[in-house]
């Protein structure tokens, strides 16, 4: 089983919805996430950390963690069609090392006006 | 402005030359990262930096070379014998502690 693994999509939402990102992840052990946002042609922007079970909210932007599922999601309020981008997860590798991180796949979002 | 950049922005390759990509932070960052990202693909580890004049393979080393001889700068080099080395290559660092990872704008190589 790959470490991160995101639902590939592509995800398509109207203007105004609310777009949920999902995560899982293999490593029981892992502490901490990552949610970067990806324009197409340019590199990864970090938006959104989240180290501790439960919601952390930025915005927008809502990261959630349940450790006991396995899972990380990012649900974007009042979408817009600037959030229309690449999704990307990530977390520790394996091993506990801090010093690398393993990259989900990615998920395609796209706001539609 | 503090930051990390990769020179050059595009860089196309002839097949059986070397090329090196620059990268380059001067937000004081201990740890320094390199990636290679293929459409589909995502973001796939070649080398990493933790410290000065030391370096560690990531999952895809083979057909590509680093150095680190001062904390700014973590030059790529990508060598004759890498196969397939037409892809976006990705420059990052963090500080030491957190693991939080900053991303330059990258560099998008086209081998001929």
């Known amino acids: 089983q790959k470490e991160v693994e995101q639902n590939s999509g592509p995800l398509s939402v109207p203007e105004g919805a609310i777009a949920s990102l999902n995560c899982t992840y293999s490593d029981r052990g892992s502490q901490s996430f990552f949610w970067y946002r990806q324009y197409s042609g340019k590199s990864p922007e970090l938006i959104m950390f989240i180290y501790s079970n439960g919601d952390k909210e930025d915005g927008r932007f809502t990261a959630q963690l349940n450790k006991a599922s396995q899972y990380v999601s990012l649900l974007i309020r009042d979408s817009q069609p600037s959030d229309s981008a690449t999704y990307l997860c990530?977390?520790?590798?394996?091993?506990?090392?801090?010093?690398?991180?393993?990259f989900g796949k990615g998920t395609l979002l796209t706001v539609n006006p | 402005d503090g930051g990390i950049t990769q020179s050059p922005k595009y860089l196309f390759r002839k097949e059986g030359q070397n090329v090196t990509l620059s990268c380059e932070q001067n937000l004081n960052h201990d740890a320094m990262y390199w990636y290679r990202q293929d459409p589909g693909q995502g973001l796939r580890l070649i080398y990493y930096s933790q410290i000065v004049n030391d370096f560690q393979k990531g999952d895809i080393a083979e057909g590509y070379s680093v150095s680190r001889e001062k904390k700014e700068s973590f030059p790529l080099t990508v060598t004759s014998a890498q196969k397939n080395p037409t892809a976006f290559y990705l420059c990052a660092s963090k500080t030491r502690g957190l693991d939080t990872q900053y991303f330059g704008p990258g560099t998008r190589l086209t081998v001929l």
């Open positions: 990530a977390g520790p590798h394996s091993g506990g090392s801090n010093y690398k991180l393993t």
